[in-house]
């Protein structure tokens, strides 16, 4: 059975840090890259940052200098360190799994962002 296990959402003010983490488990196909999605209300699920196991990295714009995604390619463990948060990118984050044949999804973690 596959599971994701997502932590490290909470309440923040703005240019403070979270660090979210996923732990995945139960996937026997190779895993071509571990990630974050943000979703926001009545909107589309959108990259925020993503590692391949050439651990080539990609970020969305808005957040470039000051999300960095790492990944334990070992334990399957995707991490991304916040810093200086804005109330922007307050939403609920989804961690990703992308192998060969399937995407898998957290269940998300709420991150919110306000004075």
């Known amino acids: 059975q596959v599971q994701l296990v997502e932590s490290g959402g909470g309440l923040v003010q703005p240019g403070e840090s979270l660090r979210l983490s996923c732990a995945a488990s139960?996937?026997?196909?190779?895993?071509?890259?571990m990630g974050w999605y943000r979703q926001d209300p009545g909107k589309e699920r959108t990259l925020v940052a993503r590692?391949?196991?050439?651990?080539?990295?990609d970020y969305d714009d808005s957040v470039k200098g000051r999300f960095t995604v790492s990944r334990d390619i070992p334990n399957n463990i995707v991490t991304m360190q916040m810093n200086n948060l804005k109330p922007e990118d307050t939403g609920v984050y989804y961690c990703?799994?992308?192998?060969?044949?399937?995407?898998?999804w957290g269940q998300g973690t709420q991150v919110t962002v306000s004075s």
């Open positions: 590692i391949s196991g050439d651990r080539t990295e």
């Open positions: 139960g996937i026997r196909d190779t895993i071509y890259r």
């Open positions: 990703n799994v992308r192998t060969m044949y399937d995407d898998y």
